[in-house]
């Protein structure tokens, strides 16, 4: 406790070292606090289910030859049922997708978002309803199917409570379903795979249903057995994909397993990007060391006499290193607090910009993990710039201190060429952190600059509902009524509307086979994605056409033999290379009996994010003329096409008062978020690679100023033995320069390393770009020069006679 007070004292005599360093560990902490929270929250953080290690996903692997690069794909029902009847691994096993549902009744029908699922999902969870129960294995049978389990969220909103929801009646797509049980809050966990689900229903499959072994809509989760391990459990899938591969050649040829676990499964795609974050975080951290050091290192060779008079009066080398020591744990401390101030409004600055795109960001919080680790780098920080201290110290001739001047001693030499060691450190860790930010911005501007292939301002998408018509063979009110009513709203240019948009997610890959050619077994036929249209989709989303001619209504009213397609340039170059399309046949494998003919050739449009390499091979087939479900609308609007949304909605329930529109977005809001983790990135790398350059510059500068100081007798002579101004200032540059320019050259060679692993994350640049290089080297120099002329240009202005008379 002594030595606490007499370090506060010491601290509160000199204010402004304290305030510096305090300032500096405290942005080095800081940073570092607020990233770890992130990491903490998506990649360390247990979701919140018990035994939750044992919680695994698991996916179809489709053949590389029918699906290059795809990695997982969704899992058919009749593969699913022999995965759970012939696996040993599992305990538990469910299948789960999300259905859209309209409910009607009250005062405002609405659409919900429905997990279908089967009974063990509860057991794979071990998380039940909490209140009510779950449904059970006769609830999964046609005409049974008439239950529902509620999210708690849901259930508030909807009967003000979860024990009020229960027993209560919905209307869900007409039909009465009674609330059965409504899940606990801990089930909501919004980056999941039942993202924003309201609630839980059974999944209902006839035998012709459970047949299906070549339609992959469906995510299996599961519950490892006790003991068993992932790698135990993907050996035992192989076994199973092997033997179904074998029965079942036909569909299941090629294709295999994949399992991994919820979390990996959650947090795959960020997972890199982050741990590379971290990584930067933690050489801000150490600049932020090297920098405090530097002005331990200034104070302590200021009191070097002060400790050769202690340890010639008997005091040990433990006893006057302590002093030093508690005062960096002090500041280390208060930096540490103060850095956790600066990471709450870092949060809060990350979840605002990354709502929605980052898995669990609604974790993100400064919870008892965090605090422990802001408590373990203040201490190591502490220790690491008082122990360099220290270390220089005992170097320090300090028995020579008492018999010379400050400034004429080897301590002095060698303390400077620690700091120049230090700065030489800052520079080349900074050049590290400002390359990588430097492609990334890059990489950004150059997925800004891509073509989607469509044209995205003044655009909106949205879902809509189409109603089963009364009459099988009924055109539906979304073709009679409702798009004709939407073009002729005022400020709309045009109308049309599509399954899956681009950039949207999700879609059907079918298999396919060309008239006239050997066709391969089913399951490693080619596979393109099919986009289903009503006329007019091309002009709407400015898609070119190329060759042949657009949809026109006969190809979308009539009875449709005949079945025109359009297909994507990619497509064309892919299964017909050198040759012309228009006029040639297929057959896509889930509709045999339809002989298509392609009508024309289209653009390509980037479906999977602008970052995608390869375009994806797309096939257009007109819209049925009675079918039921939900479709994509697509408006293209003369102003803010945001502001048709009511309007649009007053069409639809003009035509179906239970009818609503869902998620209406601008396509250019879609746009932006395909580049969400890009710029997340980016702005983070850019953040730190600021805050090393601000911490760089204030290290050369603070290391210039004490030489300066510290050599002004010296500087002195010189100027009396006839040294200009100029030589002087030449001089100080040139000796801060040399750590610096050492610094850039150590940068580049760990920028090189750095640009490998950056290599998954940028686009449309190298990771050794030399434009990047050379700029950020040369803005580096530039500020480090700066950062010297001001104590340059204070030891030009000494005065040598009223220097060498206070010497």
């Known amino acids: 406790m002594h030595q606490i007070i007499l370090a506060l004292r010491s601290l ?22 607020a990233i770890f929270s992130i990491v903490n929250a998506v990649l360390l953080k247990p979701l919140p289910y018990p035994q939750p290690e044992s919680l695994v996903a698991v996916y179809h692997v489709p053949p590389q030859q029918s699906f290059p690069g795809m990695k997982i794909f969704g899992v058919s029902p009749a593969n699913y049922l022999d995965w759970r009847k012939q696996n040993t691994v599992f305990d538990s096993m469910a299948v789960i997708s999300a259905r859209l549902r309209r409910l009607g009744g009250g005062k ?48 508030e909103k909807q009967f003000g409570g979860a024990r009020e929801a229960l027993g209560r009646s919905l209307e869900l797509d007409g039909r009465s379903v009674r609330v059965i049980g409504v899940m606990p809050r801990e ?78 499964d959650l947090v795959g795609n960020v997972r890199s990007a982050l741990l590379l974050l971290l990584g930067a975080v933690v050489f801000v951290l150490l600049i932020a060391c090297a920098n405090t050091a530097n002005l331990v290192l200034a104070r302590t060779v200021t009191r070097q006499k002060e400790l050769a008079i ?44 990354l709502a929605g795109h980052l898995p669990r960001a609604v974790d993100i919080d400064l919870d008892p993990g965090v605090l422990a680790f802001t408590f373990a780098a203040s201490v190591l920080t502490g220790l690491a710039t008082g122990l360099i201290a220290g270390w220089r110290l005992t170097k320090a001739g300090l028995n020579e201190s008492l018999k010379q001047g400050l400034g004429k001693t080897d301590s002095y030499t060698g303390s400077r060429r620690t700091r120049a060691a230090l700065v030489t450190a800052e520079v080349a860790l900074s050049l590290i952190l400002l390359v990588g930010a430097g492609l990334m911005i890059r990489s950004l501007s150059a997925l800004r600059a891509v073509d989607p292939g469509f044209v995205p301002a003044n655009m909106i998408t949205m879902i809509v509902p189409i109603p089963k018509p009364a009459q099988a063979d009924a055109p ?30 999700g879609g059907s890959q079918q298999p396919l086979t060309i008239e006239g050619r050997p066709a391969e077994v089913f399951a490693l036929q080619p596979t393109v994605a099919v986009r289903v249209c009503t006329p007019g989709y091309l002009q709407t989303m400015r898609i070119p056409l190329l060759a042949g001619r657009d949809f026109n209504e006969n190809d979308t009213y009539v009875e449709n033999d005949r079945g025109a397609v359009l297909i994507s340039r990619s497509m064309a170059r892919q299964f017909w290379p050198g040759e012309n399309p228009i006029g040639k046949h297929l057959h896509l494998s889930f509709s045999p009996e339809i002989r298509r003919e392609v009508i024309g050739i289209v653009g390509d449009v980037k479906e999977r994010g602008l970052d995608a390499l390869d375009p ?20 293209r609007a003369s102003g803010d096409p945001m502001a048709l949304v009511p309007a649009i ?62 050599r002004i007798p010296e500087i002195s002579i010189r100027m009396a033995l006839g040294a200009r101004s100029r030589d002087v200032v030449g001089l100080v540059v040139k000796e801060g320069m040399k750590p610096v320019l050492a610094g850039i050259g150590l940068g580049a060679l760990g920028a090189s390393w750095l640009g490998g692993l950056l290599a998954q994350l940028i686009y449309g640049v190298r990771p050794t770009d030399p434009l990047t290089f050379l700029f950020v080297a040369l803005l580096l120099a530039t500020v480090a020069l700066l950062a010297c002329l001001i104590p340059s240009w204070v030891a030009a202005r000494v005065e040598p006679v009223q220097a060498l008379r206070n010497e």
Request: with cysteine; charged share 15%.
């Open 12 to 33: 509160r005599k000199s204010p402004v070292f304290a305030l510096s360093a305090l300032a500096i560990l405290a942005l080095g902490i800081g940073a570092n606090t």
């Open 108 to 155: 405002r029908p609405q659409s919900v978002v429905l997990t279908i699922t089967e009974p063990d999902f509860f057991r794979a969870l071990r998380m039940p309803p909490e209140v009510g129960r779950g449904f059970t294995a006769d609830e999964c049978r046609q005409g049974h199917d008439d239950v529902v389990v509620l999210t708690r969220s849901f259930a």
């Open 187 to 264: 089930f909501e966990l919004k980056s999941w795979f039942p993202a924003s689900t309201d609630g839980v229903a059974p999944v209902v499959w006839t035998p012709s249903d459970a047949a299906v072994r070549g339609i992959h809509d469906y995510v299996v989760i599961a519950r490892l057995r006790p003991g068993i391990t992932v790698q135990a459990a993907q050996t035992g899938m192989n076994v199973i994909s092997e033997r179904l591969a074998r029965t079942y050649p036909e569909e299941d040829k090629g294709w295999g397993a994949t399992v991994r676990t919820l979390r990996d």
């Open 310 to 353: 202690r340890t010639a009066l008997g005091a040990s080398s433990v006893q006057v290193l302590l002093p030093g020591l508690v005062e960096t744990m002090l500041l280390a401390l208060a930096g540490g607090a103060l850095g956790l101030l600066l990471a709450r409004s870092a949060q809060t600055l990350v979840l605002n910009a």
């Open 476 to 505: 539906t009110s979304f073709y009679s009524d409702f798009l004709p009513q939407v073009q002729q709203l005022p400020g709309v240019i045009s109308a049309a509307a599509v399954n899956n948009v681009p950039l949207g997610g």
């Open 616 to 635: 994806v091979a797309i096939l257009y087939q007109p819209f049925p003329s009675n079918e039921a479900g939900y479709m994509r609308l697509v408006v």
């Open 649 to 710: 909605t007053r069409v639809l329930k003009s035509i179906d008062p239970a009818l609503s529109v869902r998620q209406p977005q601008p396509f250019e809001e879609l746009v932006a978020a395909s580049l969400a983790q890009h710029r997340f990135s980016m702005r983070l790398f850019l953040a730190l690679a600021l805050l090393a350059l601000l911490l760089a510059a204030i290290g050369v500068y603070g290391v210039l100023a004490y030489n300066v100081r510290s």
